[in-house]
């Protein structure tokens, strides 16, 4: 049997495949945790384990972690919005944009290629 999954980009269908049909995984070394990506394996790493707070130097915010600081920068002082023009949707990354713009509005999909797990 074929796998029915269909990915809104490229990226998620890579990684799709690589968790569910490989089997790919990074455990924490210090701790239960187990990620299926290993970005997410840093931020847990970073948001669990590592005690550095991250300040705002613009205001009185204080995030976990270094993205969320960033995420945090670009939207409250920096203004950075990118808008949908087809519907209220917006982010902060115009890559974001696109993927939505693809996904929901034009219904570009990648489908599995992979047999059934």
Known sequence: DQCDYQAVSYQTLYVHKRTIHIGVRYPCDQCDYVATQFNNLKSHREGKHESG???CDQCEYIAK?????????????????????????????????????????EGIRYPCDQSEY
């Not at 993205?67 to 902060?92: A, I, N």
């Not at 974001?96 to 713009?101: D, F, S, T, V």
């Open 53 to 55: 707070c991250h300040p």
């Open 65 to 105: 972690r270094s993205d969320s600081l960033r995420r945090h920068k670009k939207t409250k002082h920096d203004g950075v919005r990118y808008r949908c023009d087809q519907c209220d949707y917006f982010t902060v990354g115009s890559g974001h944009l696109k993927q939505h713009i693809q996904s929901k509005h």
